[in-house]
Nanobody
Framework: QVQLVESGGGLVQAGGSLRLSCAAS????????MAWYRQAPGKQREIVAS???????STADSLKGRFTITRDNAKNTVYLQMNSLKPEDTAVYYC???????????WGQGTQVTVSP
């Protein structure tokens, strides 16, 4: 069974930074894409950024320049560095893993990020 455990969320003032981590454990196909999504109150879940096991990244246009996704394949861990945070970044951030060959998908439990004005 694959588990994704997020950490690093919290309360930060506008303009501050946070680094989220997501550690995957279990039997994981090495060919996979990991991603961060977020869901603000009353809004749909949206993708923030993704990264393949070979290191190719994609970031939502509105977040480019502030958010950076990286991963450590040896640790099965993905990170999201968030800089210059704004109150509108307040949301629950979810880690996601997609296995390319088997098309399995997994979600973490989410971590709250709150940005105060």
């Amino acid at each position: 069974q694959v588990q994704l455990v997020e950490s690093g969320g919290g309360l930060v003032q506008a303009g501050g930074s946070l680094r989220l981590s997501c550690a995957a454990s279990g039997s994981i196909d090495s060919i996979n894409t990991m991603a961060w999504y977020r869901q603000a109150p009353g809004k749909q879940r949206e993708i923030v950024a993704s990264i393949t096991s070979s290191g190719s990244t994609s970031t939502a246009d509105s977040l480019k320049g502030r958010f950076t996704i990286t991963r450590d394949n040896a640790k099965n861990t993905v990170y999201l560095q968030m800089n210059s945070l704004k109150p509108e970044d307040t949301a629950v951030y979810y880690c996601h893993l997609f296995t390319v060959r088997d098309h399995f998908t997994y979600w973490g439990q989410g971590t709250q990020v709150t940005v105060s004005p």
